[in-house]
């Protein structure tokens, strides 16, 4: 049993399985979800090694870290995990 219904009006409970329609869009949406979360951590692994590769070069360019804190704030913005 993987669905309850609740009557709104009795209080009624009923617990039932999925239909093969309601599955199958179950599915489509475990799908997808995994998509986007793919595609979220995919956009933040790209976003930390531009912002390192930005940083590093400006270092290497004879930047200090104050002047990029000041000058490229974007670059000390803390990356989400």
């Given at each position: 049993m993987d669905v309850t219904e609740i009557n709104a009006k009795t209080g009624e409970v009923t617990k039932r399985d999925y239909t093969p329609k309601e599955l199958g869009q179950r599915k489509v949406d475990v799908a997808s979800e995994k998509e986007i979360t793919t595609a979220q951590e995919t956009e933040d692994?790209?976003?930390?090694?531009?912002?390192?590769?930005?940083?590093?070069?400006?270092?290497?360019?004879?930047?200090?870290?104050?002047?990029?804190?000041?000058?490229?704030?974007?670059?000390?913005?803390?990356?989400?995990e």
């Open positions: 692994n790209d976003r930390r090694t531009i912002i390192e590769a930005s940083r590093t070069l400006a270092l290497s360019l004879g930047f200090t870290p104050a002047m990029l804190a000041v000058m490229y704030p974007q670059l000390e913005e803390p990356l989400s």
